[in-house]
C-alpha cells in the first residue's frame, strides 16, 4: 500500500465546479505539499501546510492531522485549472518528500 | 533569475551507454534533489544532497550516481543505461528548514532507453 494516496486519480467537471481532491497518508509527517503539473510537464508548488487550512485565490487546502487526510478545492474551476495535482508528504524526521500518484483533472468550457 | 535548468530537455540513448544530467539552481538553495516520474506512478526520488558537499540515497538510487559539484550545481550519472530507466527526470532545489522546504522543480529531462 502506498503511503501517500490520492483520489480521484481522473476527475472531469465542467467549468465552474467547484472541485476537491483528496488525499490520505498513513504515515506520521510533519508538513504536506500540494503541488501542480501542467500539461507541458512542468511542476509549481501550491500549497505547504502542517496544520489547518490555506487559501490561495481560488484555491483552498485544508488538512486534518488526526485523520491524516487533506483535500485540495478549487472554486469557480476554469480550463486552465486543467492539470496533474500532486499531493506529496514529508514524513517526520525526514527532510525527504514522498508523493501520492497525482490526480488529472480536466475542466471542459 | 532562471530558476531550476536542467539539460539536456531530451536525450535517446542505447542500452549500455552512459550520460550525465546536469542541474543548476540560482536561488542559493542548499537542498537539490534528482526524481523520476514514470506513467501511472507518482514522483519517485533516485538521490538528494541536504548540502553542499553531502549526498544521500532516495528510494530508487540503483544504477545511479550523483555529483554535488559546488551549492549551484548537482548532476545525475547513468553510468549503463538500462530501458528500465526510461524515464521523465526532474532536478529540484529548496532551502529546507522545519518551516519551510518548498521545492522548485526545473523543467525535466525525457530520456529513452533503446
Known amino acids: 500500500k502506498n503511503e501517500v494516496e490520492q483520489s480521484p486519480q481522473n476527475l472531469t467537471a465542467q467549468e465552474g465546479e467547484f472541485i476537491t481532491i483528496n488525499c490520505s497518508y498513513s504515515?506520521?509527517?510533519?508538513?504536506l505539499h500540494w503541488l501542480q503539473q501542467h500539461p507541458g510537464g512542468g511542476i509549481v508548488s501550491l500549497f505547504m501546510?502542517?496544520?489547518g487550512k490555506k487559501k490561495h485565490g481560488r484555491l483552498i487546502a485544508t488538512i486534518n492531522i488526526q485523520e491524516k487526510h487533506s483535500s485540495l478545492h478549487i472554486t469557480a474551476s476554469h480550463p486552465r485549472d486543467s492539470a496533474v495535482y500532486i499531493c506529496?508528504?514529508?514524513?517526520?524526521?525526514?527532510?525527504?518528500?514522498?508523493f501520492g500518484q497525482g490526480t488529472r483533472l480536466t475542466i471542459n468550457p | 533569475n532562471a530558476g531550476v535548468t536542467q539539460t539536456p530537455k531530451f536525450q535517446v540513448l542505447k542500452t549500455g551507454q552512459s550520460m550525465t544530467l546536469q542541474c543548476a539552481q540560482d536561488?542559493?538553495?542548499?537542498?537539490m534533489y534528482w526524481y523520476r516520474q514514470d506513467p501511472g506512478m507518482g514522483l519517485r526520488l533516485i538521490y538528494y544532497?541536504?548540502?553542499?558537499?553531502?549526498?544521500d540515497k532516495g528510494e530508487v538510487p540503483n544504477g545511479y550516481n550523483v555529483s554535488r559539484l559546488n551549492k549551484r550545481e548537482f548532476s545525475l550519472r547513468l553510468e549503463s543505461a538500462a530501458p528500465s530507466q526510461t524515464s521523465v527526470y526532474f532536478c529540484?532545489?529548496?532551502?529546507?528548514?522545519?518551516?519551510?522546504?518548498?521545492?522548485?522543480f526545473g523543467p525535466g529531462t525525457r530520456l529513452t532507453v533503446l
Open positions: 529540484a532545489s529548496s532551502e529546507y528548514s522545519q518551516h519551510t522546504d518548498t521545492q522548485y
Open positions: 504515515v506520521g509527517i510533519s508538513a
Open positions: 501546510l502542517s496544520s
Open positions: 506529496a508528504v514529508r514524513i517526520q524526521g525526514a527532510q525527504k518528500l514522498v
Open positions: 536561488m542559493n538553495h542548499n537542498s
Open positions: 544532497s541536504a548540502s553542499e558537499g553531502t549526498t
